[in-house]
């Protein structure tokens, strides 16, 4: 599996940025593919476990992750444990104050149970972060 990753410039500070992708539960409210979000394990901000309702095109999932918060606020990780159609899911956001704003880097690697041609996943996985990272860039700055 390769690696899809992708960057953008947010004008707000780190400190700013870094609440927004703490605040899993919110999610839903400003990510399109994001439908729902369940706390499992940890608390409303930084939670552990999580179950999230995805829809990103013709795919749609219900996925536990687990979310590494050792490296915050320079990284936040997750990695699936579980799910009906995601066999793998991991997935790194980067964040390096530059001034008044911050960059931040998000790379994704997903595999299906189904068979699919890697073409297609890369396209699906290329959406996916471009979406994430200009939906958060609009929620942050508006």
Not at 63 to 82: G, K, R, V
């Amino acid at each position: 599996m390769s690696e899809t990753r992708s960057t953008i410039i947010i004008e707000a500070p780190l400190a700013q940025v870094a609440e927004a992708i703490a605040s899993v539960g919110t999610y839903p409210t400003w990510s399109s593919s994001m439908k729902a979000v369940k706390v499992l394990e940890g608390d409303s901000v930084k939670p552990s476990k999580v179950e999230m309702s995805l829809s990103s095109g013709a795919l749609r999932d219900e996925a536990i992750l687990l979310f590494d918060w050792s490296a915050f606020p320079a990284a936040l990780s997750f990695t699936l444990e579980s799910a009906d159609l995601l066999t793998a899911m991991d997935g790194r956001q980067e964040l390096k104050s530059i001034g008044d704003e911050t960059e931040i880097s998000y790379s994704l690697t997903v595999a299906l149970s189904m068979p699919v041609p890697d073409m297609m996943r890369l396209k699906a996985e290329k959406a996916v972060v471009d979406q994430t990272l200009k939906e958060l860039k609009a929620h942050i700055e508006n």
